[in-house]
């Protein structure tokens, strides 16, 4: 029984992610965002601005914008695609999925030297 209320909560949980990352009532497309990216060995961040479909690069990581939605008193939340290429020249997915710019924690990048979060997006 102890396990049935995990499990309802986590399946509460999942739930509300996915209406954010659907985009609730109010969600508007937007067609360019600006994310901030962290290099956490030189304290490095810089602002990454890309529009739907653009891929930048930031150190040994190549991030992909795929959508982003802006929502009335949700903020906004993008959808990337990041990969890593390792010393050895290979390239791993480290994130696939929606980031969201009032709860970064929720969804974040797990890398030991980089990190990103979503500052905004823009229609315009």
């Not at 109010?26 to 901030?36: D, I, V």
């Not at 190549?62 to 020249?89: F, H, N, S």
Request: aromatic share 6%; with cysteine; glycine share 10%.
């Amino acid at each position: 029984m102890r396990h049935a209320g995990k499990r309802r909560r986590f399946g509460l949980l999942a739930a509300g992610v996915l209406m954010l990352a659907a985009g609730g009532a109010g969600a508007a497309e937007a067609t360019s965002a600006t994310l901030r990216a962290l290099d956490k060995v030189t304290t490095r961040i810089t602002d990454i601005d890309l529009k739907v479909g653009e891929t930048a690069t930031f150190g040994a990581l190549t991030i992909r914008l795929e959508r982003c939605v802006v929502a009335e008193g949700e903020g906004a939340k993008a959808r990337l695609a990041i990969d890593y290429r390792t010393a050895q020249g290979e390239t791993k997915r480290v994130f696939d999925g929606w980031m969201f710019s009032e709860m970064p924690a929720l969804n974040p990048l797990e890398h030991p030297t980089y990190d990103v979060w979503v500052a905004s997006c823009s229609t315009s």
